[in-house]
């Protein structure tokens, strides 16, 4: 069985089947970068972290350049406390990417926006440990390397606010919307941001925008509510 009748075996979930065919392919020699990285995927999925690095490494060993397997090696990593050592590997995707985005841009786009969905992962993981400056810079890095990635610049608004500097979480936000007016979970952000800031009204009105882009928005709907009856307690 070929690498591609193997992904179908995937693409149609019979994971067992298709490790069965890849450590076939293995123990006859055959073993390519991708089909190494596939098996470090269902590694992945089964949660046999040792087994997804051993396969991620092979898959980096037959071909350097091979992203796919430099992330999820990078993820596990992060994921098991070894920040450094995923650190390492992650720039080394980059590089790659960088290397390639000259040669193919269609596919480069996709890689770009993949690896801009790493950092993402990354700037969690190090918002759960409190590490904001840390979580910041990757928020910032996935915003740059894939500018329609608008959760990111949310993320990175909302670590501002964490940190306590409110003005440059506004000063995103406010960005964020003015170049995106229809994008809903914006809006609701700055509103959260404005009633944080004791400023119900900028609030009600950012709700009120919110809920002409999306009326079935439950979310929208109860925080309308809420600064609604602020202003209303105000007067």
Known sequence: MNIEEIKKLLSQR???EAQHELLQLDARGLSTAESQYLLGTIHHRKNELAQAVNC????????AKFTDAAISLSVIYNDTGHY???KAIFQQAEK????QLAGAPAHSIVLAKEIAEKHVELGNLYRNLEKFD???NEYLKASRLDPQNLDSRILLAKIHAQRGQLRLAHQELQKLVKENPNHVPARVHLALLYYAMGNAVDAQIELSEAFVKD??????KMYLAMTKQATQSTI
């Open 215 to 220: 009326p079935t928005n439950e979310q929208v």
């Open 14 to 16: 019979k994971q067992e």
């Open 56 to 63: 991620f490494k092979r898959a980096l060993q037959l071909d």
């Open 96 to 99: 790659s990417i960088e290397k």
């Open 84 to 86: 450094q050592e995923g």
């Open 134 to 136: 840390e979580a910041a």
